[in-house]
């Protein structure tokens, strides 16, 4: 434990000032993003809204740079249990914003909208590192798994039901993650994982049915799983390859032509294809240098959807060229190094998996986001940490990060 004093314990200031000076240019950036030569927006004030929830959450974090790592794993039940009723009643009170009219994602507390999953992410990193940093010795099966299993699936069962594909996929990165980190065999991790596989196979027979040999190929010559364990895995996998079609069919307008714009743009180039054409059209004509801060055209002429939230990354693009995302890419790179760094010399387990957790969580973000910008992910309508607009989701964020900074504290830095 630390020894007390007045000093706030900033455990990792090279993290600290990534992270605020990747905010301060998000909030320049959700600015430039309300810089247009059309009328009747209301993208032209919310930098204003951003920065006061960036003012919000600089004056929250002190506060979280003084509770005890301790103190974090014993309210982490609590924590998970608040944010499960949160989830629940954001299924039946829950409103939508933006393009995501029709997702509820969203609780209104009088003028303001928070964000629940946002809030749960944070909340399933502390419970999932309870559990995990409790265990003695790696898992040997896929059933020793079952309770952190749990722990995800709740809230990205509620997460689905808003519906919400994107952010539920995000749960599943942070299990990922801190199972790995907590120890478990990446062979278990790829057979937990393989009926995922085996459902987006599935568009094609061909390549589904040879999926399915490899798999038993592998299990009787490589992973050698329990009799009870191997054939629960193959009826995963032959499940999901049945329930494909029906599990498409099931899935919201929107959410079908997000998949099918991302195989092909051109098959609706003014209606779904529309936000990736000109996402990549802005991306490239930003060239090396970029067209200059507040001066990309395509984003002047609202050209861009969603340019302060989604694809604020195509902003970034037009404006500061391949310098300016490189950069920015560098940014989240070295965000990304700390993280790791701190979970390496925490010592106490749950300590260590927190960061993890939370690099997890934000790496699929990155990915996620930058690739649906220029067409190697699926648009899903997951945000940019730190620069798209989002009052709660940047909250939540700096509030993490100042968790992080105490866990780097009570490490040694």
């Not at 919400?164 to 278990?188: E, H, K, Q």
């Not at 092909?264 to 090396?288: F, H, K, M, T, W």
């Amino acid at each position: 434990m630390l020894k007390h004093s007045r000093q706030l314990p900033l455990g990792d200031p090279t993290l600290f000032f990534l992270i605020v000076g990747l905010s301060f240019f998000g909030i320049a950036m959700v600015y430039s993003a309300g810089v247009l030569d059309v009328p009747g927006t209301i993208v032209r004030g919310l930098w204003r809204v951003q920065l006061l929830w960036f003012v919000l959450g600089m004056i929250a974090i002190p506060f979280v740079l003084r509770i005890p790592v301790i103190w974090l794993e014993w309210v982490a039940q609590p924590l998970y249990a608040f944010a499960i009723v949160l989830l629940i009643l954001t299924i039946f009170i829950g409103t939508g914003a933006g393009t995501a009219a029709s997702v509820s994602g969203w609780l209104a507390v009088g003028p303001i909208r928070i964000q629940p999953s946002e809030f749960g992410k944070i909340a399933v990193i502390m419970m999932l590192a309870r559990v995990l940093g409790s265990w003695r010795e790696a898992p040997r099966t896929l059933w020793d798994l079952w309770k952190p299993i749990a722990i995800v699936m709740v809230p990205m069962a509620l997460v689905m039901l808003q519906p919400d594909l994107g952010t539920a996929l995000v749960f599943g990165s942070i299990l990922m993650a801190m199972l790995f980190w907590a120890g478990t065999p990446l062979p278990t991790i790829f057979f937990l994982v393989s009926p995922v596989i085996g459902l987006f196979l599935s568009i094609n027979p061909w390549v589904w049915g040879a999926y399915i040999v490899l798999l038993a190929l592998a299990m009787a010559f490589v992973y050698k799983p329990y009799l009870s364990e191997g054939v629960t895995i193959m009826l995963a996998n032959i499940v999901a390859g049945t329930v494909a079609l029906p599990l498409w069919n099931s899935l919201e307008t929107y959410q079908k032509n997000r998949f099918l714009v991302f195989l092909d743009p051109s098959i609706d180039e003014r209606g779904a294809g529309y936000n990736l054409i000109q996402s990549r059209v802005a991306i490239g004509s930003g060239g090396l240098t970029g067209k200059g801060f507040l001066d990309g055209t395509q984003k002047r002429l609202a050209f861009l959807p969603e340019q302060h939230t989604d694809f604020i990354f195509a902003v970034i693009g037009e404006e500061w060229g391949f310098l300016g995302v490189a950069a920015v890419l560098i940014t989240f790179g070295l965000i990304f190094w700390r993280l790791v760094r701190i979970a390496e010399k925490s010592s106490d387990p749950f300590a260590s998996l927190v960061p993890f957790g939370l690099f997890g969580s934000w790496f699929a973000h990155v990915l996620v986001n930058t690739g649906m910008t220029v067409g190697i992910m699926p648009i899903t309508g997951i945000p940019l940490p730190f620069l798209s607009y989002g009052g709660s989701f940047l909250l939540v964020n700096l509030l993490a990060m100042a968790i992080i900074e105490r866990i780097a504290a009570e490490a040694g830095g």
